[in-house]
């Protein structure tokens, strides 16, 4: 699975758009990439994935740049309970193993 | 539809005592994974299974066995508990493999102390 690198830590406002960023810049052609995020110790969450083209669902939006070397994960008006640490995952979709790494801790302030 | 069933949710052993941590999902699905989650760390596969019958080991498989009778259930068992193996411990589903279009349900996990 290709290497991923996000911000260890955000602030957003509440009620704002909140942009966490991720980098795979060594992403292969048959990798997708999979958010997840953890609130306060709870399981992970699924949020959304996509290959190339921008997806989007009732959660957030995918932004996925043309050479897919990077993404952003897009909470259009994010409230305090999306503060939680959020997971970039690039991975071959079909196989069992998934690598969570360390993420971005959001915090969405009042 | 409870989704991933973990029990129990708090445990503490002494070192050298065994024990099971219980997974159970209602979904019918056929693939399930644990995982832990050491302090300010990212979560990390022990074991995986792609149906009844079927196990695999994840990256941290050590000191862990698994077992898969039914589709329903996943138990995970610690041998001889050690101090390093004091986790919280995340059990996952999914309809199809790698969850690759759905994602994995997890549990709301079981936080093991081992002194």
């Known amino acids: 699975d290709a290497k991923t690198t996000q911000p260890p830590s955000m602030d957003c406002a509440e009620g704002r758009a909140a942009n966490l960023p991720c980098n795979h810049s060594?992403?292969?052609?048959?990798?997708?990439v999979y958010w997840y995020r953890q609130i306060h110790s709870q399981g992970p969450q699924y949020i959304i994935h996509g290959l190339k083209n921008n997806e989007t669902n009732e959660m957030a939006s995918l932004i996925i740049t043309e050479d897919r070397k990077s993404s952003t994960l897009i909470l259009p008006h994010a409230t305090l309970r999306d503060t939680a640490v959020y997971y970039c995952?690039?991975?071959?979709?079909?196989?069992?193993?998934?690598?969570f790494g360390a993420g971005t801790r959001l915090t969405v302030k009042p | 539809n409870a989704g991933v069933t973990q029990t129990p949710k708090f445990q503490v052993l002494k070192t050298g005592q065994s024990m099971t941590l219980q997974c159970a999902q209602d979904?019918?699905?056929?693939?399930m994974s644990w995982y832990r989650q050491d302090p300010g760390m990212g979560l990390r596969l022990i074991h995986y299974?792609?149906?009844?019958?079927?196990?695999d080991q994840g990256e941290v498989p050590n000191g862990y066995n698994v077992s898969r009778s039914t589709t329903e259930d996943f138990p995970l068992r610690l041998l001889s508990a050690a101090p390093s193996q004091t986790s919280v411990y995340f059990c996952?589903?999914?309809?199809?493999?790698?969850?690759?279009?759905?994602?994995?349900?997890f549990g709301s996990g079981t936080r093991l102390t081992v002194v």
């Open positions: 299974s792609v149906g009844a019958g079927i196990t």
């Open positions: 996952a589903s999914s309809r199809e493999r790698g969850g690759a279009n759905y994602g994995y349900t």
């Open positions: 060594t992403i292969s052609g048959n990798e997708y």
């Open positions: 979904m019918n699905h056929e693939y």
């Open positions: 995952i690039v991975r071959v979709a079909y196989l069992n193993d998934m690598r």
